[in-house]
């Protein structure tokens, strides 16, 4: 039982490229997330679904954009990326969306762009 | 906007101190959720409260959720080297999905 997978661990991007944070869960959760976490900050909502076929908008979605590809993958898009998109990205998950559930999180991507 | 902080920023004990983390949202809270993240790792929960003036504990952790359900604390008790990391708080309003992440409080244990 893998949990949350999160692909690539790491990448260095150029001012400008675009790339996608990959984002896989096995344990049949409706609700996956997109956070960023920044020295200080804690972690900052993106993106989230709340079930298949369904995305909103989280504290800090501007020059992000995401899919969720089936119930299992919810990936995340940097469409031109900027110095200010270094960070830690997690992905998470949970069952329901109903607010008194557990998230799980994945190992994280440590993006850097240059 | 809804606002989560957390004092302190950082804490350093020595091993066998105790230790305690406050949060404070700047709205009244639905339900609020700890987790432990350790250096380089990931975000793992470790519970949640949802009822007004609850505490709940786990071992040597104490939590408590206020009475106004805007703020809560996490305690430990006679911290060990495995204590350290950052925790974080999270809440969520009533009507909302979203959970706002604190700020976090780092623990560091002198041994």
């Known amino acids: 039982n893998a949990g949350v997978t999160q692909t690539p661990k790491f990448q260095v991007l150029k001012t400008g490229q675009s790339m996608t944070l990959q984002c896989a869960q096995d344990m049949n959760h409706n609700s996956m997330y997109w956070y960023r976490q920044d020295p200080g900050m804690g972690l900052r909502l993106i993106y989230y679904?709340?079930?298949?076929?369904?995305?909103d908008k989280g504290e800090v979605p501007n020059g992000y954009n995401v899919s969720r590809l089936n119930k299992r993958e919810f990936s995340l898009r940097l469409e031109s990326a900027a110095p200010s998109q270094t960070s830690v990205y997690f992905c998470?998950?949970?069952?329901?969306?109903?607010?008194?559930?557990?998230?799980?999180f994945g190992q994280g991507t440590r993006l850097t762009v240059v | 906007g809804q606002q989560v902080m957390q004092i302190p920023q950082y804490q350093h004990v020595q091993e066998g101190e105790d230790f305690t983390t406050y949060c404070n949202s700047s709205t009244t809270l639905s339900n609020i959720q700890w987790y432990k993240q350790r250096p380089g790792g990931h975000p793992v929960f470790l519970i949640q409260?949802?009822?007004?003036?609850e505490v709940k504990k786990q071992k040597r952790l104490t939590f408590q959720f206020g009475e106004a359900k805007k703020n809560s604390s996490l305690h430990i008790t006679a911290t060990q080297t495995t204590d350290v990391g950052t925790y974080f708080c999270a809440g969520r309003t009533s009507g909302t999905y979203k959970y706002i992440f604190g700020t976090g409080t780092r623990l560091k244990v002198l041994a």
């Open positions: 679904s709340a079930s298949e076929g369904t995305t």
């Open positions: 998470a998950s949970s069952e329901g969306i109903a607010g008194q559930v557990k998230a799980f």
């Open positions: 409260l949802v009822k007004s003036g």
